[in-house]
């Protein structure tokens, strides 16, 4: 049974920082692309950032450029999310993907989900 399972969420004041883990288990992902999105209330799931198979690739999107960092430990068959400078608009659920391919942003292209974890950045 795959699973991944996200953890690091929380409540943190503007300016803080968090780490999002997200470990994989039931399979290996080292060939397959990862990724976080987020879900705000009434908004719709968006990318946050992807990383290709080797690391070697990676993606944010604009609005957390220069404050979010994405990287892989294939040996742990783990995704972080470095998150500093938060906002508290970055206040969401956050996702932890697979992808069927070693690179991609597309959320179609994610196959493997795991629950979600709370992140909400007080003013």
């Known amino acids: 049974q795959v699973q991944l399972v996200e953890s690091g969420g929380g409540l943190v004041q503007a300016g803080g920082s968090l780490r999002l883990s997200c470990a994989a288990s039931?399979?290996?992902?080292?060939?397959?692309?990862l990724g976080w999105f987020r879900q705000a209330p009434g908004k719709e799931r968006e990318t946050v950032a992807a990383i290709s198979w080797d690391g070697d690739t990676t993606y944010v999107t604009n609005s957390v450029k220069g404050r979010f960092t994405i990287s892989r430990d294939n040996a742990k068959n783990t995704v972080y999310l470095q998150m500093n400078s938060l906002k508290p608009e970055d206040t969401a659920v956050y996702y932890c993907a697979a992808a069927d391919i070693g690179w991609t942003v597309a959320q179609r292209l994610y196959s493997y989900w795991g629950q979600g974890t709370q992140v909400t950045v007080s003013s």
């Open positions: 039931g399979r290996t992902f080292s060939e397959h692309a």
